[in-house]
């Protein structure tokens, strides 16, 4: 059973750093599963956040981010992290880790929710102007 828990939300002030962890459950081969992030926030679409592949060898983002967020991944601890610096009020939703089974060790990375089919409960992130 696949199984995924986020922490690290809070509340801080815009221009303020915060670090997203997702551990993953024993019992599954996590270095097998591309990673990604994903937020929604109060009556908006969930959002494409940002995604690694198997390795972590290779990355991508939302325009929204770019230069500001930085996903990785440590693969001996089953854990993904996104850390999040010069946060904006914009910013502010509940962040999802997603996975999904990857066969491939390249530089492909999928950006779509419906790529995904774990998914954890999420966690708060409120950023204050």
């Known amino acids: 059973q696949v199984q995924l828990v986020e922490s690290g939300g809070g509340l801080v002030q815009a221009g303020d750093s915060l670090r997203l962890s997702c551990a993953a459950s024993?019992?599954?081969?996590?270095?097998?599963?591309?990673m990604g992030w994903f937020r929604q926030a109060p009556g908006k679409e969930r959002e494409f956040v940002a995604a690694?592949?198997?390795?972590?060898?290779?990355?991508s983002y939302a325009d929204s981010v770019k230069g500001r967020f930085t996903i990785s991944r440590d693969n001996a601890k089953k854990t993904q992290y996104l850390q999040m610096n010069s946060l904006k009020p914009e910013d502010t939703a509940v962040y999802y880790c997603?996975?999904?089974?990857?066969?491939?060790?390249?530089?492909?990375?999928?950006?779509?929710?419906?790529?995904?089919?774990?998914w954890g409960q999420g966690t708060q992130v409120t950023v204050s102007s």
């Open positions: 997603a996975a999904h089974r990857s066969f491939s060790i390249g530089t492909i990375l999928r950006t779509r929710q419906a790529d995904y089919p774990y």
């Open positions: 024993e019992g599954w081969t996590f270095s097998n599963y591309a």
């Open positions: 690694i592949i198997r390795s972590g060898g290779s990355t």
